[in-house]
T-cell receptor, first 108, second 114 residues
């Protein structure tokens, strides 16, 4: 089976940097993805890692260590609009499984 | 043009009724999904179709029946609705199974069973 763990809530100050961690257990591994979901909205794809290392997309970066079954999403220069839930998702042999989500609150 | 569109956006109905949710994608993708998101925001896959063929069928009650008339459409029919079916249902698509890491979601259908 597949399981993922991520913190349930994180609070950070506007302009700061925040890191959201994700650890996973999976049968087979093809990739780790990150999605953003605002309250009342749909999940939106942010970033994807298939290989170890850091992927950067603007203010957002995602990191993967396959040997540690661990990844993180790094958000820089936080803005109020970044307040949302963030989900990691792992693609294993047969399907993609989503984590339970991390609710990020950005405060002034 | 909306890439993945679901209808209806809201659905309020009585227990025991039968209802359908429609989903269409205009991205030319081969793979489509149905997810259920409960009140705790847990996003759980229900079904996945690749080019009209069922590839994932999670432990979902058989009251739920997906239908894919073509690869651009994946509809969800629910029989004998129960209170526990109240949730947000999301349709999603990806280029194909190998690109399942990158999914595009519809806006969701908020189902309330009274």
């Amino acid at each position: 089976g597949q399981s993922l763990e991520q913190p349930s809530e994180v609070t950070a100050v506007e302009g700061a940097i925040v890191q959201i961690n994700c650890t996973y257990q999976t049968s087979g591994f093809y990739g780790l993805s990150w999605y953003q979901q605002h309250d009342g909205g749909a999940p939106t794809f942010l970033s994807y890692n298939a290989l170890d290392g850091l992927e950067e997309t603007g203010r957002f970066s995602s990191f993967l260590s396959r040997s540690d079954s661990y990844g993180y999403l790094l958000l820089q220069e936080l803005q109020m609009k970044d307040s949302a839930s963030y989900f990691c998702a792992v693609r294993g042999y047969q399907k993609v499984t989503f984590g339970t989500g991390t609710k990020l609150q950005v405060i002034p | 043009d909306t890439a993945v569109s679901q209808t209806p956006k809201y659905l309020v109905t009585q227990m025991g009724n039968d209802k359908s949710i429609k989903c269409e994608q205009n991205l030319g993708h081969d793979t489509m999904y149905w997810y259920k998101q409960d009140s705790k925001k847990f996003l759980k896959i229900m079904f996945s179709y690749n080019n009209k063929e069922l590839i994932i069928n999670e432990t979902v009650p058989n009251r739920f029946s997906p239908k894919s008339p073509d690869k651009a459409h994946l509809n969800l029919h629910i029989n004998s609705l129960e209170l526990g079916d109240s949730a947000v249902y999301f349709c999603a698509s990806s280029q194909d199974e190998a690109w399942g890491d990158i999914q595009y979601f519809g806006a969701g259908t908020r189902l309330s069973v009274l």
